[in-house]
């Protein structure tokens, strides 16, 4: 689309030529004289201010100013107390994920065309009652029309290549049963190993300590527990072992394996597990990628 002044430019040469030809003697005439002129430049595009700039992709810094007053705004609707320097840091970084995932999704054929933004667009208004709705939607959350589509369409692309990372994760994970005696009391955990190593039974002895759940874990995947030890110290027996005195922020554990092997993941896990594939996925590509951060 031309600028207005390139327009105006253009008319005012349409016009000189059809004057000069109106204007042109009947019958011969000299050749004339033809003088070099400048061909006027075209106007160039203002650049779009960037928040930041991930592999030559702009990061528009309306788009995060905008972000970040609604993330703001959503941490105080919950009573947290975010810094603005903390609240600026995660926005950014959740804006160069959403761009690094949505580039990763268009590599591997998974892009989102107009036609399927546009029904994204229209299921959305349709959910919200209307177009009307969804537009004061928008204005109410700092969005304009071509604000939204854009940031609509990074966060579906986004979302189809975490899908695409989900659906490539193993379905079984090898996996330990536990059982665990949990004290807050040193001795007392000395005590209970020194029975265990005597030939104590741990059900028994577990079932004086929690006799509800005799302590059973359930089973977990290398990884799930917070503790590394722990974690450590469970896929370091085999079944019938137990660990010796194991001392976290918690308490003071001994665990017991009671079985082990290839199994999938449970639904908790399993969420534990697809947010770690794509945090992993996400920094892998942030590592190799060419990101730069306006000043």
């Known amino acids: 689309m031309f600028s207005p002044r390139l327009k105006k430019l253009t008319t005012i040469i ?63 609707a919950l009573g947290k107390s975010v810094g603005e320097a903390d ?95 949990l004290l807050y009391n040193e001795a007392n955990a000395q005590d209970i190993l020194a029975q265990l190593k005597a030939g104590g039974k741990f059900d028994d002895l577990a079932a004086t300590v929690d006799p509800v759940t005799r302590g059973d874990l359930g089973w977990f995947p290398q990884g799930y527990l917070l503790d590394a030890n722990l974690d450590a110290a469970a896929f370091a027996l085999q079944p019938g072992q137990f660990s010796d005195v194991i001392v976290t922020e918690v308490g003071f554990h001994i665990i017991y394996v009671i079985e082990r092997g290839p199994r999938p993941l449970s639904p908790e896990a399993r969420l534990v597990f697809q947010s770690r594939a794509v945090a992993e996925w996400v920094n892998e590509r942030r590592a190799q990628a060419s990101i730069v951060l306006s000043p």
């Open 14 to 76: 349409l016009l000189a030529y059809g004057l000069a030809a109106c204007s042109r003697p009947s019958g011969p005439s000299a050749a004339p004289t033809l003088e070099a002129t400048s061909t006027p430049e075209a106007p160039t595009a203002t650049p779009v201010p960037a928040a930041a700039t991930v592999n030559g992709e702009i990061v528009p810094l309306a788009e995060y100013q905008a972000e970040l007053a609604r993330y703001q705004f959503a941490q105080a």
């Open 87 to 181: 609240a600026a840091q995660a926005v950014l970084d959740d804006m160069i994920a959403q761009t690094l995932l949505a580039q990763g999704a268009r590599a591997a054929g998974l892009s989102v065309t107009e036609a399927g933004l546009q029904s994204r667009i229209d299921a959305l208004a349709a959910s919200l009652g209307g177009a009307d709705k969804l537009a004061a939607w928008q204005s109410a959350h700092g969005y304009d029309e071509v604000s939204f589509r854009a940031a609509l369409k990074r966060a579906a692309e986004a979302a189809l290549m975490r899908d695409k990372i989900i659906a490539e994760m193993p379905g079984t994970f090898e996996q330990v049963h536990v059982r665990q005696i």
